[in-house]
C-alpha cells in the first residue's frame, strides 16, 4: 500500500436480535415463501425487485438506490454450522470467531491490535454505543467506548460542574499523573486515566471542526453514523468504527416493529454515505452489517423465531457490489430444524474485510482459514 | 466512642465482607467492635432476608423475568439492600468462581437460582456447597453435564470441577477427568416442563440410574463404584483443594493476585496467610465459614487497606449506598446493573467458565471513564440523600478550613486514604476558595456545591478504584 494513500477504514454495523432474512432480501417469487410466511409475508406488489427472484424489503428504498449504484455487495447464507439459536450464544460466536468454546477475545479488538500493535492512537478503534461488545474486547488494546460524542468526556455527569470542568480536568489529568513508587496497578489506572484524557480531548474537536448539509434523522442509529462520520472526517486515524441497532428480535407483531427499523437503519445509512461523498472521503471506508443468525422460516403468526442462515451486507463506494454466496434453498426438505442452512462461513466474510480491505493476516484474526469472497 | 482508627478499619471490613456501608453504620459497627461485626458478619441467620414480597410487589415482573437485565437488577438491589452482607458477598465470590453465564444458559431465572443456592450454602461446608453445584441445573447445563452418558461420556463438567473448581491445573490425570466424568453420568436435568400454557418452570436436577455408569472408576488413587458424591468426598481432601480455595479467597477478599491461570507458576504473594486458610479449612472438617473468620480476624486481612481494585459491582454497589439513593424499590436498578456491564461485570453473564478477569484487568480506556463518571455524577450530587446527609456532617463537625474540608471528605466517603499526589490535587482544590461558611442561605448553597465538587473529584481519583 504506498503511503501517499490514506489508511482503509471499517466500520461495522451490528444489527442486534437477529434481523430477519427473508423479509429483508425476500424471495418474492418463491412459492415456499408465500406458504411458509402466511401473516408476516410482504407481498409481492411491495417489494423492490432486484431480478426475477429477489427483491429487497419496501422499507429498504436508499439501501436498494445504492445497491443499485453498485455499491452494496449482499452476502447470502452467512452463518455457520450448528446455529444454537440463542442471541447471547450467537451473538458471542460471531464476535470471537469461536463457535466451539466460549471465546473472549474479539476479532475487531484483534484487528485494532495488529493494525496498531503499540497503542499509540488511543482513538484507533471506537466503539459507539453503551459499553464494550465482546467482539472490541481484548487485552492491552485501548478502545474508546462513547455513548454520546456531544456530551463524551471525564465526569460529564456532575451536576452543575459546567463552570469548574476544565478546572476539573486539569486536576484530574494531576491526580493521574505519573507517580514514583506507587506500584504498577497505580501506574498502569495513571496511564489508562491520561489517555481516556487525552482521547476525550481529541475527540471533542470533532464536533466543533464538522459542517455537513447533510441532515440526519432523529434517531438513535442516525446519532450513531453521524458521529462516526464526524470523527472519520476529523481525520484522527481512527480506522475501526464499531455500532450497532436494534432490537430486531421479531417474534412479536413483526410487520410495524421491523418495517421501523428498517426505515431508520436504511435512511441513515444513506444519509452516512451522503455525508461521506459530499466532503470527497466516501472512498476510504467500507460498511459491514451483520446480524446474530436470521429468523425461522415459517411465521409464528404475529412474528418469527430464532432461525439460522442469515445475510449480510457490506457497502462503500470501493465495494464491487452485487450477490455473493446463494440464498439457502426454501424447500422444506432443504432446511434445517426449519431454518434455512447456512451455506457461507461468516469467518470467510471477515477475513475477506480484514485481508482485502485492511491488508492484515486474517488466519489469526479469525482463527483459520475461510473462503474469502470479492467485494472488495 | 470509637476512634478514628477503628471505625477506618470497619469502613475496610465492611467493603470486603459485603459492599460498603456508610458513615453511621461504620460508627455503629465500631462501637460494637470490630470481633463482634465479625461474627455478626458470619450470623447472617440473625437477620431477616430481602423482603421479597415488597420487592416483587413493585417490580411484579422481575422474579422469573426472562430478559436481562432484570434478574441482574434483582441481585444489585439485594447487595445494596441486604441486612447481612458477607452473605451477599459471598454469593458473589462463588458466582465469579463457579462462573456460569447467561450466554449460553439462556434462562436468567436459572442463574438467579443458582445464585440463590450460594445464598444458602456459600458458608456451608464445602463438599456440600460442590454437590449442589453438581446438581445445579444451570450449572448442569452450562457444562454440559445433561450430555454426559454411560458409554458416551461428556468431560466438560468433570474437567472444570478439578481444573477450574478445586484443585487446579496440574493436581490430576487425564484418566482422573474420565473417570470423574463417568461418576457423574446420569446427573442430569428432569425434561422441562414446556412453558405454554401453565407458564415458567424452574428446571430441576434429575439422578437417572439407568444412564449412570456404575462400573468400577480409578481416581486419583481411589477405586471402587465410584459416583459422583464419592467424587467430590475425594476432592475436597486433597491439599491442592485447599491451597487453591484458600487463594481464591485471599484474592477475592485480601489482596489482588495476579490471574488464576499463573497460580501454578507464580506462589502466593503472602504464603503464610494461604497456610493459616488451609489451616482452617482442614480444621474445621472443610467449613467456609471456619475460613471466613480465620480470614477477617487476621492481620493480613486488616493491613490490606486498598490493596484491591474493586469490581464493577463493588464500585456501584458501594457508591450507590454512599448516595442513599437505593435503599427501597424504586424505578433505577436496571440501570445499575447496565452500569456494571459496562463497566465490564454483567452479572449473572460472565465472559467465560474461566470467568472475569480481576484486578487491573478491571481496567481499560472504557471502564474507566465509566466509573469515573458514574461514580463522581452520583457524589457531586448534593440532591442525593447520602450526599447530603456528608454535607450536613461536614457542616456539623465544623470542617471549615481547607484541610479539614479534604480530610472530613475522606473519612465520611470511606474512610479512604490517597496518595500524596491526589492529596495535592484535593488540597489545592479546596484551598481555591478559602473557608466554607454557613451563615446565610446563599453562603450554606456554595458551601454544599463546594462539597459536592471535592466529592466528585475524590470519585474521579484513582485511589477510589481501591477497595
New interface residues.
Given amino acids: 500500500m504506498s503511503t501517499t494513500k490514506k489508511d482503509p477504514v471499517v466500520v461495522v454495523f451490528q444489527l442486534t436480535g437477529a434481523n430477519d432474512y427473508l423479509n429483508t432480501i425476500i424471495p418474492y417469487t418463491d412459492p415456499h415463501y408465500r406458504d411458509a410466511r402466511p401473516r408476516v409475508g410482504i407481498s409481492e406488489d411491495q417489494v423492490l425487485p432486484i431480478d426475477d427472484q429477489l427483491a429487497f424489503n419496501p422499507n429498504m428504498g436508499p439501501v436498494k438506490d445504492l445497491y443499485d449504484q453498485g455499491k452494496i455487495a449482499v452476502i447470502h447464507g452467512i452463518g455457520y454450522e450448528n446455529s444454537p439459536r440463542s442471541h447471547f450464544r450467537s451473538m458471542d460466536i460471531w464476535h470471537t470467531c469461536e463457535p466451539d468454546k466460549v471465546g473472549t477475545e474479539g476479532w475487531a479488538g484483534k484487528v485494532i491490535r495488529d493494525l496498531d500493535p503499540t497503542g499509540e492512537n488511543v482513538l484507533k478503534g471506537i466503539n459507539f454505543g453503551q459499553g464494550l461488545p465482546r467482539a472490541l474486547a481484548l487485552r492491552g488494546v485501548p478502545v474508546t467506548s462513547v455513548s454520546n460524542l456531544e456530551s463524551y468526556g471525564i465526569m460529564s455527569d456532575v451536576p452543575g460542574l459546567s463552570a469548574d470542568r476544565d478546572k476539573l480536568l486539569d486536576r484530574f489529568a494531576r491526580m493521574y499523573a505519573p507517580a514514583v513508587g506507587t506500584g504498577a496497578t497505580m501506574d498502569y489506572l495513571g496511564q489508562t486515566g491520561r489517555d481516556a484524557l487525552r482521547g476525550a480531548d481529541i475527540l471533542k474537536v470533532a464536533p466543533e471542526k464538522y459542517s455537513s448539509t447533510v441532515e440526519y434523522a432523529d434517531t438513535p442509529i442516525a446519532r450513531n453514523l453521524k458521529s462516526i462520520a464526524q470523527v472519520y472526517l476529523a481525520d484522527m486515524g481512527t480506522q475501526l468504527f464499531y455500532t450497532a441497532h436494534g432490537s430486531f428480535d421479531t417474534h412479536f407483531n413483526q410487520p410495524p416493529m421491523h418495517q421501523k427499523l428498517w426505515i431508520d437503519c436504511s435512511r441513515a445509512i444513506s444519509d452516512f454515505f451522503q455525508d461521506l461523498d459530499e466532503h470527497g472521503a466516501g472512498d476510504n471506508l467500507i460498511m459491514v452489517l451483520f446480524t446474530e443468525f436470521g429468523r425461522r422460516v415459517r411465521d409464528n403468526g404475529t412474528g418469527t423465531d430464532h432461525g439460522a442462515g442469515g445475510v449480510a451486507f457490506v457497502i462503500g463506494n470501493q465495494v464491487k457490489g452485487g450477490m455473493y454466496s446463494e440464498y439457502p434453498s426454501l424447500k422444506p426438505e432443504d432446511l434445517q430444524q426449519g431454518d434455512l442452512a447456512p451455506n457461507y462461513d461468516f469467518r470467510g466474510f471477515y477475513a475477506t474485510v480484514v485481508d482485502k480491505w485492511l491488508g492484515l493476516d486474517p488466519a489469526p484474526i479469525v482463527g483459520g482459514n475461510f473462503e474469502q469472497l470479492d467485494f472488495v | 466512642m470509637a476512634s478514628k482508627d477503628e471505625i477506618a478499619l470497619m469502613g475496610h471490613l465492611m467493603r470486603r465482607a459485603g459492599f460498603g456501608a456508610t458513615y453511621d453504620e461504620l460508627q455503629r459497627r465500631a462501637n460494637e467492635g470490630y470481633e463482634a461485626t465479625v461474627e455478626d458478619l458470619l450470623r447472617p441467620e440473625a437477620h431477616p432476608p430481602v423482603d421479597e414480597n415488597v420487592l416483587y410487589r413493585f417490580f411484579p415482573g422481575m422474579e422469573g423475568a426472562l430478559a436481562p437485565p432484570t434478574n441482574q437488577a434483582d441481585w444489585v438491589y439485594r447487595m445494596i439492600n441486604t441486612r447481612r452482607p458477607l452473605e451477599e458477598k459471598v454469593a458473589l465470590f462463588w458466582h465469579q468462581l463457579f462462573a456460569t ?4 444458559v ?1 434462562n436468567p431465572p436459572e442463574l438467579t437460582q443458582q445464585i440463590a443456592m450460594f445464598r444458602e450454602h456459600g458458608m456451608g461446608r464445602f463438599p456440600d456447597l460442590l454437590v449442589e453445584l453438581a446438581r445445579n441445573p444451570a450449572m448442569i447445563y452450562w457444562l454440559d453435564n445433561n450430555g454426559n452418558h454411560r458409554g458416551a461420556i461428556n468431560e466438560n463438567w468433570g474437567r472444570e470441577l478439578l481444573e477450574l473448581f478445586s484443585m487446579g491445573v496440574g493436581n490430576y490425570s487425564e484418566d482422573d477427568i474420565k473417570e470423574a466424568s463417568r461418576a457423574f453420568t446420569g446427573w442430569t436435568i428432569a425434561p422441562k416442563i414446556p412453558r405454554n400454557p401453565l407458564g415458567r418452570f424452574y428446571w430441576n436436577f434429575e439422578y437417572r440410574p439407568e444412564d449412570h455408569d456404575d462400573g468400577e472408576k480409578s481416581f486419583l488413587g481411589h477405586t471402587g463404584n465410584l459416583d459422583g458424591d464419592d467424587i467430590i468426598q475425594i476432592v475436597v481432601r486433597q491439599p491442592a483443594t485447599a491451597r487453591f480455595l484458600a487463594r481464591h479467597m485471599y484474592n477475592f477478599f485480601v489482596a ?1 493476585e495476579p490471574q488464576v491461570p499463573s497460580w501454578n507458576i507464580t506462589p502466593p504473594r503472602d504464603p503464610e496467610a494461604i497456610d493459616a486458610l488451609v489451616q482452617a479449612y482442614e480444621e474445621s472438617d472443610f467449613d467456609i465459614r471456619a475460613m471466613l473468620r480465620t480470614l477477617l480476624l487476621s492481620d493480613f486481612f486488616k493491613e490490606a487497606r486498598f490493596e484491591r ?1 474493586k469490581s464493577p459491582a463493588e464500585l456501584v454497589v458501594g457508591t450507590a449506598i454512599l448516595a442513599g439513593n437505593y435503599n427501597q424499590p424504586r424505578p433505577g436498578f436496571p440501570a445499575l446493573a ?1 452500569e456494571c ?2 463497566q ?1 461485570q454483567e452479572l449473572l ?1 460472565p ?4 470467568s472475569w ?1 480481576t ?3 478491571w ?8 466509573r ?3 461514580a ?2 452520583l457524589m ?4 442525593l440523600p447520602g450526599i447530603r446527609s456528608i454535607v450536613d456532617g461536614i457542616r456539623e463537625r465544623e470542617a471549615n478550613s481547607p484541610a479539614e474540608l479534604v480530610e472530613g471528605c475522606l473519612e465520611l466517603v470511606g474512610p479512604l486514604d490517597v ?4 492529596m ?2 484535593l488540597l ?2 479546596a484551598e481555591e476558595d478559602g473557608y466554607l461558611r454557613w451563615e446565610t442561605e446563599e453562603d450554606a448553597r456554595e458551601s454544599e ?1 463546594r462539597v ?2 471535592m466529592l ?2 475524590i470519585a ?3 485511589d477510589y ?1 481501591f477497595a
Fill in positions: 453465564g447467561n450466554s449460553k439462556d489482588d481494585v447496565f456491564a459496562y465490564g453473564n465472559p467465560s467458565v474461566e478477569h484486578g487491573s484487568e481496567i481499560d480506556g472504557g471502564s474507566l471513564v465509566r469515573v463518571n458514574f463522581a455524577g457531586g450530587n448534593t440532591t496518595s500524596q499526589t491526589t495535592n490535587e489545592a482544590q456545591q459536592g465538587v466528585a473529584l474521579a481519583s484513582r478504584q
